[in-house]
């Protein structure tokens, strides 16, 4: 009996002992937060200021520094987007016409198609007020992205005239893209771009981009080298506007 009476109360105290350590690893369970849902409906905004602003490798503000800003709205459930993005730009008096802004107008739809494999489809509008440019620099694109992990690939395809350039709907723009984490929070930026300007072989060009990204909580900080292998895009100073050059951002998204 004695020996029954030491197995009983040997299994008691492990009994014991293990709901203890249940009760514990549960608590220690609920004491971890779990992943903060996102809302349905999300709106942001950001602004920036860059030291040139360069769009596909070529300067819109004659290398000189340019502000900018806008605002998203995201449905998450859907994955469906909408926003409009504004920036000071000095090409289009350049060119001979007016206007001092850029204001693109935006919707699309992103989502996954498999795990880890993005998608990313939609239409950018253009719109340069008072421009006075013949042929009229407004223009429409129509773009679709993959994505993989850290890298994508982007098809951009104007239905309208690009850019002011005569005769020159269906261009478009091919570029890859990818960024890496590195070490302490900074991403290592890479870009290269092919721009096909429909019936203006000469105006056709291929970008590459180089840069770092940090973001210090406050605002977030980009340096980058930009090129484009043309010299078909001058200043009226007759400065090459796709020439390499630094751009460094200071931005924030709020």
């Known amino acids: 009996m004695k020996s029954l009476s030491k197995n009983f109360t040997l299994i008691a105290a492990l009994t014991l002992a293990f709901a ?11 004491a971890t937060p779990a992943p903060e849902a996102k809302p349905d409906n999300e709106v942001s905004f950001n602004a920036a200021v860059v030291s040139d602003y360069r769009y596909r490798g070529v300067s819109q503000t004659r290398l000189k520094p340019a502000l900018q800003g806008g605002a998203d709205y995201t449905h998450n459930p859907t994955g469906f ?3 409009t993005w504004l920036s000071t730009i000095k090409w289009t008096k350049d060119a001979g016409g007016d206007g001092n802004v850029e204001w693109d107008l935006y919707a699309g739809k992103r989502g996954e198609i498999v795990k880890d494999v993005s998608y990313d489809v939609g239409g950018l509008y253009y719109y340069y007020p ?3 440019l013949h042929p009229n620099a407004n223009t429409f694109e129509l773009y679709g992205q993959v994505g993989y992990g850290p890298v994508t690939l982007k098809y951009s395809q104007s239905t309208t005239n690009l850019f002011g ?3 020159s709907k269906n261009s478009g723009y091919l570029d890859a893209s990818g960024n890496f984490e590195l070490a302490d929070g900074y991403v290592l930026n890479a870009h290269a771009g092919h721009q096909n300007v429909k019936h203006n072989g000469a105006s056709s060009y291929t970008d590459y981009k180089l840069g770092v990204t940090k973001d210090f909580g406050v605002v977030t900080v980009a340096l980058a080298a930009v090129y484009a292998d043309t010299k078909a ?3 009226p100073d007759g400065k090459n506007l796709a020439k390499t050059g630094a751009v460094l951002t200071i931005s924030k998204t709020f």
């Open 20 to 30: 203890s350590m249940s009760a514990s690893l549960a608590r220690a369970e609920d």
């Open 81 to 83: 987007y909408a926003g």
């Open 130 to 132: 008072s421009n006075g």
């Open 165 to 167: 350039f005569a005769d």
């Open 233 to 235: 895009y001058v200043g």
